[in-house]
């Protein structure tokens, strides 16, 4: 079974442009979260969706951000006209079914805004 | 979801046992002690969790006091490889709260 994925590992923007971030649950799993890293900062929470449904969006920066999970495909998190401030390490996170809060985390990908 | 208190650093010898204190004095009846680390860059990883009981696997033990407002995390038998920052959150459903966490260092 293989573990969350996440891609790209690496990516760089300009001030500007625009980021998709892709995470795919591990297999059965249908709850996704999203998590931002800054630099020698600790983990903050983004996003917690299930398919379609955005269930908890109350880390999520009011602009600019948006994060998706849709019925078939990965979940998506994008970042409009990037800025420097952007840069960080972004993990994804899943969950099974099970009514236990144990998230299994991609290796995450590591956003740098030039 | 409660807040959680750790020391921010310690050391421990390789091979003995690593004890990982945590403090959440504000823990309400339904929610649970989880465990996390991360190891250099990576992404956290699940370790343990527990209600009232106490909890082994293979990776670990997590012992909650009776009254639940703290609990220890015990590493049996430290190797290098579990140099990290391990993560006490006390949740429900949802979101992982995670604050600074207490980085250990498991020296030769």
């Known amino acids: 079974n293989a573990g969350v994925m996440q891609n790209p590992r690496h990516l760089v923007r300009r001030r500007g442009q625009e980021a998709r971030l892709r995470c795919s649950p591990m297999?059965?799993?249908?709850?996704v979260y999203w998590y931002r890293q800054l630099p020698e900062e600790g983990l903050k929470f983004m996003v917690y969706l299930q398919k379609e449904n955005i269930i908890d969006e109350s880390g999520m920066p009011k602009e600019r951000f948006s994060a998706e999970f849709p019925k078939e495909g990965p979940s998506i998190l994008r970042i409009q006209q990037v800025v420097r401030g952007d840069s960080a390490a972004y993990f994804c996170?899943?969950?099974?079914?099970?009514?236990?809060?144990?998230?299994?985390f991609g290796p995450g990908t590591r956003l740098t805004v030039l | 979801d409660a807040k959680t208190t750790q020391p921010p650093s310690m050391d421990c010898a390789e091979g003995r046992a690593a004890n990982l204190p945590c403090n959440h004095s504000?823990?309400?009846?339904?929610?649970?002690v989880y465990w996390y680390r991360q190891i250099h860059s990576q992404g956290p990883q699940y370790i343990i969790h527990g209600l009232k009981n106490n909890e082994t696997n293979e990776m670990a033990s997590l012992i909650i006091t009776e009254d639940r407002k703290s609990s220890t995390l015990i590493l049996p038998h430290a190797t290098l490889r579990d140099t990290a920052v391990y993560y006490c959150i006390v949740t429900g459903w949802g979101k992982l709260q995670f604050g600074a966490g207490t980085q250990v260092v498991v020296t030769p």
């Open positions: 504000t823990i309400s009846g339904n929610e649970y």
């Open positions: 297999k059965g799993h249908s709850h």
């Open positions: 996170a899943s969950s099974p079914e099970t009514g236990v809060n144990e998230q299994f």
